[in-house]
């Protein structure tokens, strides 16, 4: 087993192949992976748009496949899996994703864009490792993508036609199989060809051995994607402890739901790997060299005392625009970006080497470039840019936050120790400087725009017919309802200062009925009338006489029937989960964060019941409840 030791680490386990594919049980079988095929009901319908990379959505797909097929054996079978392994695959060609032909018409039409031209394959994986805690199934994922780049000659008609009539095409995405017929239509391949095929087993087994023998910290740069470890035999490599050992510090399990969906979208790693394992402890044993103390490392402590600093050079990069020079320009030397920058070489060239080192930056012969995710997401121009929330974090969060001692001290903001002014003076502020408010309204923005497709699909809203999202700001979240109920009226209702700078921040297309804002206090004026009122982010922020006053007023102008969607993270019961919502109380505002029962007993003294929770693991979780009948 030297060629596979990571392998050996799933011999003891029930493995599950969340797959018919007959290629993907073939690809496992051959290098001696034991495990159970369980095709996957779930179907391949994830809106293909909501996706920023065609990548994501493979992955997203693999993904709901196992989680299906862990929640079945779960529940249905009774049987929970160790591990669950999912996976999809589809072609993109011209910015389109090819799945499985419908009918030979549809391959043909397929195989016809594929002529001649160089394509992408896109593998995405799921590993599910699984555990049963009090009756409810508990999921780790770990998820990774792999792209091949493969090239077709010019096809003729008559071999396109003899090809599809050989029916090779149907069960294949984008219409072909490499591995027989298809692979004479195929001039070049640049990647891994099984990726092709159906599963990227090399990046599998890399990840297999990052699971179950992270490297010390020093070394993951060396062995992340370019070797599998090489040891002699795969008992070698026991650490002799038990195998759960290697995952008792890790975070972020998630829970199913009810519809035994995997309640969240994925929140990206800056690579072509995402885990939601963090803080493995390191196994003990002397392996690559690492000595025993060093092993014994606490590395999740290591990282938090790290975590400001990574905080820090992702805000600096980003303020100083690096990841849009190089979007822009890139590969560049670290004296050109200096250069563009206006910033000093050697800090420059230091800064450039964190970004790598923290996973947002590549760095080749020719210089750095951005990843994908940075691309993507910390260019400020990008489609779901971030930009407007880190710099926001950076001038507002990060002071707030040096001054947490004296916050937990004295109970309070420190807006006077880190501003000069207090909060309320502050607040003002932000509609009197121009730069302030244009910055504040485009962190709002990026994270409303972030989680608006996920909120709007939360609940199925069709029955209603006009809804106002109060405080909506820039409108995010009202063009997503409208892209998604074209027949919902939808109003933003946001103080004059707001409405007047919301025009940088729309989208390009003109949309067939368009938002309406409204500007007011929803203190003080009377609100729009709507079937559905939306707080987004609004609660957390404000004190308990305030909220008195906003929910009395909404309650007055719901009918009966009518909702409120209320958008928070919401805490777990204990209060201590998530972390994001735990940390951001730190910033000791009046408002705080509720857990699912405060919710629920905050919305029903005004009125509303039958409160449903959609907890969607990520930035913002929702909860709908609707106006109570008058009683008889
Ligand atoms: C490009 C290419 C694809 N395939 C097959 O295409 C299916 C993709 O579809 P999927 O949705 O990822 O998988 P599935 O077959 O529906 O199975 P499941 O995992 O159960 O959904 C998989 O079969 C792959 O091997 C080949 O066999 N050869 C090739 O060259």
Known sequence: MALNPVLGKLVSKRVVLASASPR???????????????????????????????????????????????NRMHVKHLRTPDVVIGADTIVTVDEQILEKPVDKQDAYRMLS???????????????????????QLETEITDFYEETKVKFSDLSEELLWEYIHSGEPMDKAGGYGIQALGGMLVEYVHGD????????LNHFCKKLAELYYPPPKHTVQHIKHDSIPSVDTFENLSDG??????????????????????????????ENTSSVRTGFTVPLGNQNGVSESAAKLPSKILDLMDGFKASKALFVASKLKMFDYLKNKGPLKAVDVANEVGTSVCGTERLLDACVALGLLEKTSQGYSNTDSANIYLTSDGEYSLHGYIIHSNDHLWPLFTNLESAVREGSRQNHRAFGRKAEDLFKDYYHSQEVKQRFMAAMHSIAHLTARDLATAFDLSQFKSTCDLGGCTGALAHELIQIYPNMKVTVFDLPEVIANISYFQPSEQCAAPVTFVSGDFFKDNLPEADLYILSRVLHDWPDEKIHILLSKISAVCKPGSALLVAEIVLDEQKTHPPRAVLQSLSMTEGKQRSGSEYKQLLEKYGFTNTQFKITGTLLDAVLCFKKNLSP
């Open 24 to 70: 993907r049980q073939e690809i496992l079988t051959n290098v001696g992976l034991r495990f159970e095929v369980v095709p996957s009901w779930f179907k391949e319908t994830l809106e293909k748009s909501s996706f920023a990379a065609p990548y994501e959505y493979a992955i997203e797909t693999a993904k709901q496949k196992a989680l299906e097929v862990a």
């Open 113 to 135: 864009r594929l002529s001649g031209k160089e394509h992408s394959v896109f593998t995405g994986v799921a590993i599910i490792h699984c555990s049963s805690k009090g009756n």
């Open 193 to 200: 060809f099984l990726n092709v095929v159906g599963f990227p």
């Open 241 to 270: 402890e038990s195998e759960s050992s290697n995952f008792t510090e890790h975070k972020g399990a998630n829970k199913l739901d009810s519809s035994g969906m995997c309640p969240s979208r994925p929140v990206y790693n800056c």
